[in-house]
C-alpha cells in the first residue's frame, strides 16, 4: 500500500508513459523504407505481414527523409544514395540521422566492410545481416519499430531537430511533454515547443509530436 | 638456401647444398647459432663461423640465407681462404647473388599485389554466397509456414543456419576490428539464444548421438546481435566436435552477483589447456578437423561485449564459462 502511495508523489518519466503497442496497432501506424537496389525477398514478406514499406531502390530522393516520415529506414550499403558522395550507404545513413533523428536506422548488409566504411555499421541502431532468417529479420525489425515509438528516443530526436542543447531548456521542455503526456493534451505540448524554439505549423514538428502522443488521446 | 627460422636447407638457386653445411646444420651448434643470430640483424652479407659468406633477405614474412664462397665481400680470414680452397665448388659471383635477391624481391612484390587484389575480390565473392544462402534460408522457412513443416525442409534450414554461423565467424575472423566496431547496444536474452543455437546445431549432434539441453534462466544483457551468437555456436559447435559421443551437452545460463553466466558442458577425454586453449591456432586434437581459431573469437568477442571467458578442465569434463554484465532477468 505504501508503495502505491509513493507512487503518487513520485515524479512519473517518459518512459513511464509507453505504451505497450499490440503488434496490430504497431503494423497499422509504422511506416518502413527499404533503400535497397535489389529486391529482397524481406519487402515482399514484411508487405504481406500488413507493414507500409516503401521501397527506394537509389535512396537519391530525400524529400520524404527531409519530411521525416519514416520510423524505421533500413538501408543496404552499396548502389544507393550515390549522389550524395562516393560512399553511398554510408552518406545516405548520414543524412538520414541529420534531417531525421527519429528514424531508427538498420544497416542492412552481409558485407565485411574496412575500418573506414565501419562507420556505416556505428551510424546505424542495429545490423540486419542479409542472410538472416524471416523471422530473425521481423524480430529485429519490429524491436526496431517498437523502440522508434519510445517516448525518450522521440524526445531525444526532437531535441535534436531544432538543436536545443540547453540543459534547462531541455528540462523544461521534458517537464512540459511529461505534464502533457498525464493529461492527454497533446495540443497544449504542440504550442508550448513550437513557442519554446520559435518555429510555427512545421511539419515534422506535427509528425513526431503525434508520435509521442500515439495512444494516449483524451 | 637455408631458412634462418626453421633450419630448413633447399638447394640453392645456384649451387646445391654442399654436405659441409648439411651436416653442419645438423650437428654443429655453431651452425645453428649461426643462422639463429641472423634473424635479429639487417639483411646483409655476414660470415658463417666456418668462413663462408651468408646473405640474407627477406620472403614471405621468414629470413632466408643464401650460404657460399662469394667473390665480394671478401671478410679476408683464414678460414675464408681456405674454404674457398677446399670448396671450389661453392664458389658464386655477387652479380648472381643480387640476380636471385632481384627475383625474390619481384615476387615478394607480386605477392603482396596478389593479397591486395584479394582483399578487394573475396569480400564480394562472400558477400555473395551470404546472400545466396540467405535465400535458400528465407525460401526453406517461407515453404515451411505456407506449406507444412517436412523434415526436409528443416534439414535445409538447418544447414543453411549454419552456414550463416560460419560466415560469420569466417567474416568476424577476417576482420576482428570490424567486429568490435559493431553497435552492441542490442538487447540479446541469453537464454533464448541457447535455446536457437542448440536448435542449429542439433542435427550435427545427433551424428555423433549427442543431445544438447539448455536450462536456466532468461537473463538479457547488452551486445550486438550480429557478433555474440557467434559465441555460444563455437562453444557448442565445439563440444559437438570435441566431445564424447553419445553424451549430452549443457548449456546453462545464470546470474550471479550483477553478472549474467552462460556455460557450456560436455565430457570429453582430450586434454585442453585452460590457460593457451584461447591462443590463436591452439589445437588438442589433431585427429579432429578444426583451424584452432573458433575460441579465440570467442574470446575477442566476449572481450568486445565487456565480459570474460573461462575454461575449467575436470575429470571427463570440461567446461566454458561466459561471463557478461547482467541488464535484467525476464521471469
Not at chain 1, 43 to 64: C, M, P, Q, W, Y
Not at chain 1, 201 to 217: N, P, Q, V, W, Y
Not at chain 2, 25 to 36: D, L, P, V
Not at chain 2, 70 to 82: K, L, Q
Request: hydrophobic share 40%.
Amino acid at each position: 500500500m505504501f508503495e502505491s502511495i509513493k507512487d503518487w508523489f513520485r515524479t512519473p518519466t517518459l518512459a513511464s508513459f509507453d505504451n505497450a503497442l499490440s503488434r496490430e496497432r504497431l503494423v497499422q501506424s509504422s511506416r518502413i523504407v527499404f533503400v535497397d537496389d535489389e529486391t529482397p525477398l524481406l519487402i515482399k514478406e514484411l508487405k504481406a505481414a500488413g507493414f507500409s514499406v516503401d521501397h527506394d531502390r537509389t535512396g537519391n530522393s530525400l524529400r520524404n527523409f527531409d519530411n521525416q516520415i519514416y520510423d524505421v529506414a533500413i538501408v543496404d550499403y552499396h548502389g544507393v544514395g550515390t549522389k550524395l558522395g562516393t560512399s553511398q550507404g554510408l552518406d545516405l545513413l548520414r543524412y538520414i540521422k541529420r534531417v531525421s533523428p527519429r528514424t531508427r536506422l538498420i544497416a542492412y548488409t552481409s558485407r565485411s566492410l574496412t575500418s573506414t566504411e565501419s562507420e556505416f555499421f556505428r551510424l546505424s541502431h542495429v545490423v540486419l545481416p542479409k542472410d538472416f532468417g524471416l523471422a530473425d529479420s521481423f524480430a529485429l525489425i519490429e524491436g526496431e519499430l517498437r523502440k522508434a515509438f519510445e517516448k525518450v528516443h522521440l524526445f531525444d530526436a526532437l531535441l535534436a531537430k531544432f538543436n536545443v542543447q540547453d540543459p534547462t531548456e531541455r528540462a523544461r521542455l521534458q517537464n512540459a511533454l511529461v505534464k502533457a503526456l498525464a493529461a492527454r493534451n497533446e495540443k497544449r505540448f504542440r504550442e508550448y515547443f513550437s513557442k519554446a524554439v520559435g518555429a510555427v505549423a512545421e511539419k515534422s514538428i506535427d509528425i513526431m509530436i503525434s508520435k509521442l502522443f500515439l495512444g494516449t488521446a483524451k | 638456401m637455408i631458412n634462418c627460422g626453421s633450419l630448413e636447407l633447399r638447394d640453392g638457386t645456384e649451387i646445391p647444398v654442399c654436405r659441409f653445411c648439411l651436416e653442419g646444420i645438423g650437428n654443429k651448434r655453431q651452425c645453428q647459432e649461426h643462422y639463429k643470430g641472423l634473424l635479429t640483424k639487417p639483411e646483409g652479407y655476414y660470415q658463417c663461423p666456418f668462413g663462408l659468406t651468408t646473405r640474407t633477405f627477406r620472403f614471405a614474412a621468414e629470413l632466408w640465407a643464401i650460404t657460399g664462397i662469394i667473390a665480394f665481400p671478401r671478410f679476408d680470414t683464414p678460414d675464408e681462404r681456405r674454404m674457398a680452397k677446399e670448396h671450389a665448388e661453392l664458389r658464386v659471383a655477387r652479380k648472381t647473388i643480387e640476380a636471385a635477391l632481384s627475383f625474390f624481391s619481384e615476387l615478394e612484390r607480386l605477392r603482396a599485389d596478389l593479397i591486395q587484389d584479394g582483399t578487394k575480390v573475396l569480400p564480394q565473392a562472400f558477400h555473395e554466397l551470404r546472400k545466396l544462402n540467405g535465400a535458400v534460408l528465407q525460401h526453406a522457412e517461407r515453404e515451411m509456414r505456407e506449406n507444412h513443416e517436412s523434415s526436409g525442409l528443416l534439414s535445409i534450414k538447418s544447414a543453411a543456419e549454419l552456414m550463416r554461423n560460419n560466415f560469420d565467424i569466417l567474416e568476424a575472423l577476417s576482420n576482428i576490428e570490424g567486429m568490435r566496431a559493431l553497435p552492441s547496444d542490442s538487447t540479446i536474452n541469453l537464454y533464448d539464444l541457447a535455446y536457437k543455437v542448440k536448435k542449429v546445431y542439433q542435427e550435427r549432434a545427433a551424428v555423433r548421438e549427442m543431445s544438447i539441453t539448455v536450462s536456466g534462466v532468461r537473463a538479457i544483457v547488452r551486445g550486438s546481435q550480429k557478433s555474440f551468437p557467434i559465441v555460444p555456436a563455437v562453444l557448442i559447435e565445439n563440444a559437438i566436435k570435441y566431445g564424447t559421443p553419445g553424451s549430452n551437452i549443457q548449456a546453462e545460463v545464470s546470474v550471479q552477483e550483477g553478472a549474467a553466466y552462460l556455460r557450456v558442458r560436455n565430457e570429453t577425454d582430450l586434454y585442453v589447456d585452460p590457460a593457451r586453449c584461447f591462443d590463436r591456432g591452439a589445437r588438442y586434437a589433431p585427429a579432429v578437423e578444426g583451424g584452432g581459431f573458433g575460441l579465440y573469437l570467442a574470446r575477442e568477442i566476449v572481450s568486445a561485449h565487456r565480459g570474460a571467458i573461462d575454461c575449467v578442465p575436470h575429470n571427463h569434463f570440461v567446461e566454458f564459462a561466459v561471463r557478461l554484465p547482467l541488464e535484467k532477468v525476464v521471469i
